[in-house]
């Protein structure tokens, strides 16, 4: 089981800046994909952003450009650096992690850490 903790989530003004950190408890090449979701009050959960294994990154149309994903293997932590936040950026940011095991994928969450634009 892949243990998850966020952090650096809180209150910025519109067109600011913060960096969200995701530390695993596991090693991030046993980790298919980590991942950033992102969920709105009254909205579902959606992705943000991805990186794979091999570095690969994906991210949504509303955040390109703004959000960079990206990995320290020595630290098994994931990042993501908003910048140009806007108020529709608020939501509870929560770390996701998918890892394959004989054969099955599992999906495992952080607890979530909270984002606050202010217009």
């Known amino acids: 089981q892949v243990r998850l903790v966020e952090s650096g989530g809180g209150l910025v003004q519109a067109g600011g800046s913060l960096r969200l950190s995701c530390a695993a408890s596991?090693?991030?090449?046993?980790?298919?994909?980590m991942g950033w979701y992102r969920q709105a009050p009254g909205k579902q959960r959606e992705l943000v952003a991805a990186?794979?294994?091999?570095?690969?990154?994906n991210y949504a149309d509303s955040v390109k450009g703004r959000f960079t994903i990206s990995r320290d293997n020595a630290r098994s932590t994931v990042y993501l650096q908003m910048s140009s936040l806007k108020p529709e950026d608020t939501a509870d940011y929560y770390c996701?992690?998918?890892?394959?095991?004989?054969?099955?994928?599992?999906?495992?969450w952080g607890q979530g850490t909270q984002v606050t634009v202010s217009s």
């Open positions: 996701n992690a998918e890892q394959t095991t004989w054969g099955r994928t599992y999906a495992y």
């Open positions: 990186i794979t294994s091999s570095g690969s990154t």
């Open positions: 596991e090693r991030l090449f046993r980790i298919n994909t």
